[in-house]
Structures are given as structure tokens and as C-alpha cells.
């Protein structure tokens, strides 16, 4: 593959270029109620090469892989020729030859059709068996990924990605009262990692159950405990968005905004985006530019420490690189993405915080989150009211919203119990997604959170 | 670039199919895409974007497999895995149709074809020159793309129908640093092959720009809310999601048994349509060939009907009604194309002329996030004035705006005159009399 790759993007006569081709095998099995709603497999196989000259990218992205990939390449070589100098450039890397292989038993393809139907048709029967349920959708997804990437600096790495996950919904009625709950798991391991979550699935049908009593939540400003998923949802939504360079290189007064050295939190408060931890669901040995993956601390001791880069934004902010060129498929060149984003723990423990609560929520669970820079939104799946320490009742569409750093700033205490999260979904951005990350936090504190409801 | 002739390989696909069940549908696609991007005033990337991919849907001993492939050596694994998941498929309770007279639309113009990406380039520098001559400190992010999508669907009992269509379209976003940051989007619609006409889109940028500059204080409580069609979608989407023939299958939509039951204001009326014209959701057929058609959602407030694609209308005693949705990675399912909602008789400089204290939404984020079954939505306004007897006096931050949407749509105080063309939505403002929002004050 490699003299293959090297001949279409050779001898273009510009600055740099790159080509990508991914070949991806997945499987995804979808129960609604008691019926088989969908099955199906795919094999997707596509390239995007990229041209770089004085500082503007061309960019083509494709399916066929054949020797008429030399004349598109010069196509866009020419493209690219032709526009106006732009006073920029790309960090330069050495030259590289990697191979990342996943481990033999992770991978899904060794794994029968009829083992992925068995194991998610058992956990849809949980959710049904449950008196109260009306309704479900479970959902079983795989993914084997391998991409061989090389560039006109001599860098070649091929890699190869897993994923396995579940996600499970059980819907509950009680006449035009309907309340849903779910939830998921998935990470770069193989089938064997989403065995034995009984439990996890019994929990889905109680809540949803649960769910049918609970009151919407009384809308205003609130003191608030979240528990991990959601703080990791905050940390990504809120800050790991934010700390995107390609937002900030040319912004020169989102820059003074983000300035290294601006303290935004409280001194406990320390938040890292790292690609390096093993088989998360954001986690790899390359971005799609071929940089390494990195662990990379944006908020270090309540100070703004670092920003999350591709080469060329760090080439304009002249900043370290940190491996965060990620594209969600070959059809789309990498941009500034996240990897596993997530809130250090400290000291403090979850009945303490819960302890502390004259009058407040603690807030459970994700169902999304969103965010434009400093303006972030974020929903969980329900909600505890607290007074005086103890939970009262359920309360549910608890939805936070704020701006980012009065918020982090009333973070004002963190758990010790961190969590990492995987799951099904992933984030959306500039028209990619879901791209895989993961996301994780301890349960903290945040004083005067606004809260919508009713 | 020239590639192997997708249809000679679709027809081979079928005749194979044949020795491993007994129907067989292809599916097969193919767009070919131009993208320029600028970000932040400057320009950013120049990219041609080429797809083309095969979905099979094989009826094998009574159930449905299926298997998609965008690489043609994959063929025999495509047949293999369709006929594997076929063991497990659901079962097969329809026919695939066979050929049907479909309407002819307006979906295809040579003009945009023809658009080079100089030419997108060229609007992008004129369209940010334009604005920032006005502001000039505004960072502007843009996205001009064009595209031509060719679609084939041939299956086993004859069907053999094709559509070719192009769209054009420019996305905005602005973003203003002023007492904190600010987001102002816009859109345009240039299907149908008119040329970008800059003024009156750099007008209203500027406008909002101008607006959006002062910051103004507004107490949790219920205010009248006029939502612009740029934020709409964000309130109609529970109502879609119910309206999903797959919720009537399964029990789980608000709205089964409730049809022709007056649930929302009577001023609205509110249909999905693929038959409308230089839409970036408009065909003549659906997913798997059956004819499109204007389907009535609500109709002066009454809900009319599910949006049903051949399996789901067999599940549940009925007929489709065109709504399948696909492309070529996954297997037709009930869904929305074309959303409109019909105009009522209302001017907006009346209606904000008459607005005491109020609010104006252009834009928010939070959408699709609460439980949409239930027709809760809770959402940030990302882009909102506070509005004092009839003059927005400036820009509210961190505000949320909650409830439930059946109550919101049953009680409407204004409907707009026209409707904006956002793609595939056609919406006018609306007018809340009373909605809550929830802020720091």
C-alpha cells in the first residue's frame, strides 16, 4: 500500500500533501419492542487526500482506489496552485514508519452474527420482562476500521481500529404520559467487554418506570451535584470545545480569551483531553494528520494551560503539537477534534457533597449536550431534589445551561470517584460526527447553575 | 472523475441476488460534491467530495437482510452478509413495489451543475467583504456547497426508477467578541439556480450584528416569544419525531388514536413535502420506489396522519404514504423530508410594533436533547433580543426557554405572512402569547 500511496500524492511540486484510505467492516443489530427492526452489515472502502501550498488546503475525498487517483490528485495539486498566498504554514514531522494492529481476540469479524443477535435480543428481553415497559430500542454496533496513511514527508502509518457497543431504551407509558430512559456502553475493546451488564440493563427499565412519577423540575437557579457522565458531558460540551484551536488561531480576541495563564476555576480543578489512555473510546496512537496522540492538560490547577491543535493551527499559534486532527470517516479531511476529555479527581466524597446541599439536585445521567463557544447546554436523563442532605423526590427535563466560565468558576467541589464513558454515540462538529470520544469527570458541586423546566 | 458504471453494477447485483432469496432491491447513489469553506473571513479549504455505494435489501425464506458496499470488488460479500442477516431479519409482511407513474419535479438545474468552485469562492469573498465593510470586526465562517445526487432503486418485481437533483446552498455563521462572544447564522437556499444575491443577505447579517450589540437584563417569568423560522425547527421537532410511522408501530407516539382530533392552534397547518420544488429533500419517489406526495401532518390544527413506508404501513393495517428515508448504508425507514408550515395573515412589523416587553429567538441550541415523545423541549437561546413596546433594545444571554410543545402550539397569538426557505423547512415566525423563560435575574 505504501509505494501505492506514495506514487499518487509523489511528485506534485507543492508543499505538502497526504492521502488517507480506510477500509471499515460494521455490523449493527436494532431490536424495537419485541421485533428484530434492522440488521445489516457494511464494508466501506474510501480515501481523502489532502493538498497543501502557501498556506490553502485542497482537499478530495473518494471511493474508488485505483491508479486514476494520480490524475485527481494533480487536479487539486492544480486547484491549490492557483489561489492566493495565505501567510500560514504546517508544523513539520519526521519521517515515520508505524503499524498499529489491534489485538487478535478484540477483534468483532471472529465473532458470529448469531453470538451479536443473541446478546442484544437477552438484553432487550430484560428491558420487556419489566411490568410498566411499553415499548424499547436496543441497539448492538461494531466496527473494525483500517486506515493506511502516508505523507509527502515520508510518514507511513497503518492502523487498525475496534469498537464494540450496546445502547438500550426502555419507553414506559401510563396513558399520554410517556418517559424514556437509556443508556449505553461502548469502547475500542472487543465483544467480550459487552458481556455480563445485566445489571446495567435492569437498571434502564427501573428508572424509566420511575420516571412516570417524577414531576418536571422547577425552573431558576440551583446548587447542583452531577454525577460523571453529565460533569464529563460539561467538560466536553463546556470547556474541551472551547480549548479547539481552529475557533481560536484567528480570532485575536477569542485568543486574549483563552489565554494561557487565565485562571477559570478553582484550584481543584484540572481538565485533560488525552488520546493515550488504553482502548477508550476516544483513544489512538495517530490522528488523521499523523501526529501521535497525546495526553494534553487544558486546565491545570484552575488555570488555562493548553489548547487542542492540528498542524497548522499550531503552527499559527506556535504552539506544541497535540494529535488532534481527527475526521469521522474518509469522507472528510481532519479537523480539531477532542479524544477523551475528562475531569481529574479530587478528594471529596459524593455523600459529603449530597451532605452539603441545603437545597439543590443531583443531576443524573445525559441525554446530550451542546455548546457555541462560551455558551453551553447541557440535558440529563433526571434529577434528584436534596433538601437538607437527603434525596426528597425524582424531578425530571433537567435542563443546565450557562456560559462556561462563570460556570467553572462555581465549581466549587470535586469528587474523588472518576468515571470514563464510551458509549454508542459521539460528538458532532462542522458537519462530522459522530465522531468516537470519550468523556469522564468525578461528581462535582456548581453553585447558581441555570436550570429550565417548568 | 470517471468511474465504473454504477447502474451495470447494480443490475449485476440484482441478477446475483437472485440465488440467495427470493426479492431483492438495490439501492444505489452516487453525489459529486464541490465544498469551499472559509473560516474565520479568510478561505479555509477547496474540496471535492465523490460518493457512489449500493444498499441490498434481500427477502430471504419470508425475512428481510441487507448489506451496503462502496467498494465494487465487495460484491460477494455484499450477497453473503444480505443472505446472513436475513437469518435474523425481520419479517418480510410487504411486497416490494414495482414500476408506478411518479409526478416530474424541478429538482434538477443545469446551472448549478455548472458551478465551479471559483465561482463559489468568488461569493464567499464578495458576500464577507460585504459584511465586514458594515462590521468590521466580525469573524466569519462560511460554507458554499453544491452538489449533484443521483439515486437508482431496480429491485426484483420490476422497479426501475432514478432521479437525479442538485442543490446549492451557503451557511453563515458570524461570530461578534462583545460582552462575551456572539453567534449570528443565516442560510440560503440557491437550488433552483439563481445566483447569490449578496445585498439583501449581507443586509440582514448586518442588521442582526447591529441588534445583537447591546446586552439587556430580562427576569425569569412567562414573556410573549416570537420565534423567527430560523429557530423554529428546534420547537417542531417532538412533533415530528411522534408523527414517525415507526412510533405508531410500536406504540410509543403521543398522537396514536388521536387523528383528526384538534391538538394544536387552528392557524397551523403543517405537512411534509417532497414534491416541493428546488428542495434539498425533494424526490419524485421514496427510499424504496414507492411515488412521493404532499402528506398532510396537521391541518388547521388537527392532526391528519403517521408518515409510514411500506413495512410499517403493513405492521399497522395501512398504505405508505412515500415517507421511506434511506441512503445507501441503511435500509428504508419512515421519515421527514420537506417540512411547511402553511403562512397565516400576520406582518412582522406589526406584530413586534405591538409587543410590549417580549422576546425575539433567531437561533438556539439545545434541540432534540428532552424527551421529545413527550413534546418537552428545553432550550438556550443562543441568539435572542429582549424587546421593550416594540424596539429590541438588545441582546439576552444565558436564558432558557421550556415546556411542552402541544401546550406552546395550541395557543399561538401570530402566525407570519410568508414563509423562509431554509432547505428542507419553509417556515414563518411564530408568535407565543406566554412562555416561560428562565434566566439569571
Known amino acids: 500500500m505504501k509505494s501505492f500511496l506514495k506514487e499518487i500524492i509523489g511528485n506534485l511540486g507543492t508543499d505538502y500533501a497526504d492521502i488517507r484510505v480506510e477500509e471499515t467492516e460494521r455490523t449493527r443489530i436494532v431490536y424495537r419492542g419485541r421485533e428484530l427492526d434492522d440488521i445489516g452489515r457494511s464494508f466501506e472502502r474510501g480515501g481523502c487526500l489532502r493538498v497543501f501550498h502557501q498556506g490553502n488546503w485542497g482537499v478530495a475525498t473518494f471511493n474508488t ?118 443508556d449505553s456502553f461502548g469502547k475500542c475493546r472487543g465483544f467480550a467487554s459487552l458481556q455480563n451488564r445485566e445489571q446495567q440493563v435492569e437498571r434502564i427499565a427501573q428508572v424509566a418506570i420511575d420516571l412516570l412519577r417524577a414531576e418536571p423540575v422547577q425552573a431558576g437557579r440551583w446548587t447542583v451535584v452531577i454525577d460523571p457522565l453529565l460533569a464529563g458531558v460539561f467538560a466536553h460540551e463546556a470547556f474541551g470545545h472551547l480549548s479547539e484551536a481552529d475557533h481560536i488561531a484567528s480570532n485575536e480576541r477569542l485568543r486574549e480569551l483563552m489565554k494561557p495563564g487565565t485562571r477559570v476555576g478553582v484550584e481543584e480543578l484540572t481538565i485533560v483531553d488525552d488520546a493515550t489512555l488504553p482502548q ?48 469521522v470517516s474518509y469522507r472528510f479531511p481532519p479537523i480539531v477534534r477532542m479524544s477523551n476529555t475528562y475531569i481529574e479527581p479530587r478528594s471529596v466524597r459524593l455523600e459529603e457533597m449530597l451532605g452539603s446541599l441545603e437545597r439543590g439536585l443531583y443531576v443524573v445521567g445525559s441525554r446530550g449536550g451542546m455548546t457555541e463557544l462560551e455558551s453551553f447546554t447541557f440535558s440529563s436523563q433526571f434529577a434528584f431534589l436534596v433538601e437538607r442532605g437527603r434525596k426528597v423526590k425524582m424531578v425530571r427535563d433537567v435542563t443546565l445551561s450557562g456560559n462556561v466560565f462563570e460556570t467553572l468558576r462555581n465549581i466549587d467541589m470535586i469528587g474523588n470517584d472518576l468515571v470514563l464513558f464510551g458509549g454508542v454515540g459521539g460528538c458532532g462538529k462542522a458537519g462530522q460526527g459522530p465522531l468516537p470520544v470519550g468523556l469522564g469527570s468525578p461528581h462535582i458541586r456548581i453553585r447558581n447553575v441555570v436550570v429550565g423546566g417548568r | 472523475m470517471a468511474e465504473i458504471n454504477r447502474t451495470d453494477l447494480a443490475w449485476e447485483i440484482l441478477e446475483l441476488a437472485g440465488d440467495y432469496g427470493e426479492q431483492a432491491e438495490v439501492f444505489s447513489s452516487e453525489s459529486d460534491q464541490t465544498v469551499v469553506e472559509f473560516r474565520a473571513n479568510e478561505l479555509h479549504t477547496q474540496q471535492v467530495r465523490w ?34 442477516t436475513a437469518a435474523y431479519g425481520k419479517a418480510a409482511n410487504f411486497s416490494l413495489p414495482g414500476q408506478q407513474p411518479v409526478r416530474v419535479l424541478k429538482m434538477f438545474e443545469n446551472r448549478v451543475v455548472l458551478v465551479s468552485a471559483q465561482r463559489l469562492r468568488e461569493w464567499g469573498e464578495d458576500l464577507i467583504d460585504a459584511i465586514r465593510s458594515r462590521v468590521p470586526d466580525i469573524k ?51 437550488s433552483s439556480g439563481e445566483p447569490l444575491a449578496i445585498g439583501p443577505l449581507a443586509e440582514r447579517v448586518c ?147 405591538e409587543m410590549k416587553e417580549g422576546l425575539i429567538i433567531y437561533d438556539c441550541i439545545g434541540g432534540g436533547q428532552s424527551n421529545l415523545l413527550a413534546g418537552e423541549v428545553t432550550l438556550n437561546i443562543s441568539c435572542g433580543l429582549k424587546v421593550v413596546d416594540g424596539v429590541p433594545v438588545g441582546r439576552v444571554k444565558d436564558a432558557m426557554i421550556g415546556g411542552n410543545v402541544y401546550e406552546m402550539f395550541s395557543n399561538i397569538a401570530a402566525l407570519g405572512n410568508s414563509q423562509r426557505d431554509l432547505g428542507n423547512y419553509f417556515l414563518p415566525f411564530v408568535l407565543f402569547p406566554g412562555l416561560l423563560v428562565s434566566t439569571k435575574e
Open chain 1, 65 to 182: 482506489i485505483d491508479e486514476r487517483l494520480k490524475e485527481l490528485a494533480r487536479d487539486v495539486a492544480a486547484q491549490v496552485t492557483r489561489l492566493p498566498t495565505r501567510a500560514t504554514g504546517l508544523i513539520p514531522l519526521p519521517a515515520l514508519e508505524a503499524t498499529v494492529r489491534i489485538a487478535p481476540e478484540d477483534d468483532p469479524r471472529t465473532v458470529s452474527l448469531a453470538e451479536k443477535h443473541d446478546l442484544i435480543q437477552h438484553y432487550n428481553e430484560i428491558l420487556l420482562k419489566t411490568n410498566g415497559i411499553v415499548s424499547t430500542l436496543s441497539q448492538y454496533l461494531d466496527a473494525y476500521r483500517s486506515v493506511s496513511f502516508y505523507s509527502s514527508e515520508g510518514r507511513y502509518i497503518d492502523q487498525e481500529f475496534v469498537y464494540t457497543g450496546f445502547s438500550c431504551r426502555a419507553f414506559a407509558r401510563d396513558g399520554t404520559n410517556i418517559q424514556d430512559y437509556s
Open chain 2, 51 to 84: 460518493t457512489q455505494g449500493f444498499g441490498l435489501r434481500l427477502i430471504k425464506d419470508g425475512r428481510v437482510g441487507f448489506s451496503s458496499t462502496t467498494n465494487p470488488d465487495a460484491i460477494e460479500g455484499l450477497l453473503a452478509a444480505a443472505a446472513e
Open chain 2, 207 to 353: 442588521q442582526l450584528a447591529r441588534l445583537v450589540r447591546g446586552k439587556a437584563a430580562l427576569k425569569t417569568g412567562s414573556y410573549p416569544v416570537l420565534v423567527m423560522p430560523t429557530a423554529l425547527p428546534n420547537f417542531l421537532l417532538p412533533l415530528l419525531v411522534a408523527v414517525n410511522g415507526k412510533h405508531l408501530e410500536k406504540g410509543t407516539s403521543p398522537l396514536v388514536g388521536k387523528e383528526e382530533n384538534r391538538l394544536l392552534d387552528e392557524r397551523l397547518t403543517i405537512a411534509d413535502n417532497p414534491l416541493r420544488e428546488w428542495s434539498l429533500e425533494s424526490a419524485p419517489f421514496d427510499g424504496e420506489g414507492s411515488p412521493c406526495r404532499r402528506n398532510l401532518l396537521f391541518e388547521k390544527g388537527k392532526f391528519k396522519g403517521f408518515l409510514l413506508d411500506l413495512a410499517t404501513a403493513s405492521a399497522c393495517n395501512r398504505a405508505t404514504t412515500g415517507s421511506a428515508q434511506r441512503d445507501y448504508a441503511s435500509p428504508p425507514t419512515p421519515g421527514t423530508t420537506n417540512i411547511e408550515v402553511s403562512p397565516g395573515n400576520d406582518r412582522l412589523e406589526k406584530v413586534l410594533g
Open chain 2, 140 to 190: 466569519l465562517d462560511l460554507t458554499l456547497r453544491r452538489c449533484l445526487r443521483q439515486v437508482d432503486i431496480i429491485n426484483s418485481v420490476g422497479l426501475d426508477a432514478s432521479w437525479e437533483r442538485t442543490e446549492l446552498e451557503l451557511s453563515l455563521n458570524g461570530l461578534l467578541v462583545q460582552d462575551g462572544l456572539v453567534w449570528l447564522s443565516d442560510y440560503e437556499n440557491l
Open chain 1, 280 to 327: 477508550e473510546r476516544g483513544s489512538f496512537r495517530y490522528d488523521d494528520e499523523g501526529t501521535a496522540g497525546a495526553r494534553t492538560e487544558l486546565v491545570r490547577d484552575g488555570v488555562l494551560v493548553g489548547h487542542l491543535h492540528d498542524r497548522m493551527t499550531a503552527y499559527q499559534m506556535n504552539e506544541p503539537l497535540t494529535g488532534n486532527a481527527r475526521a
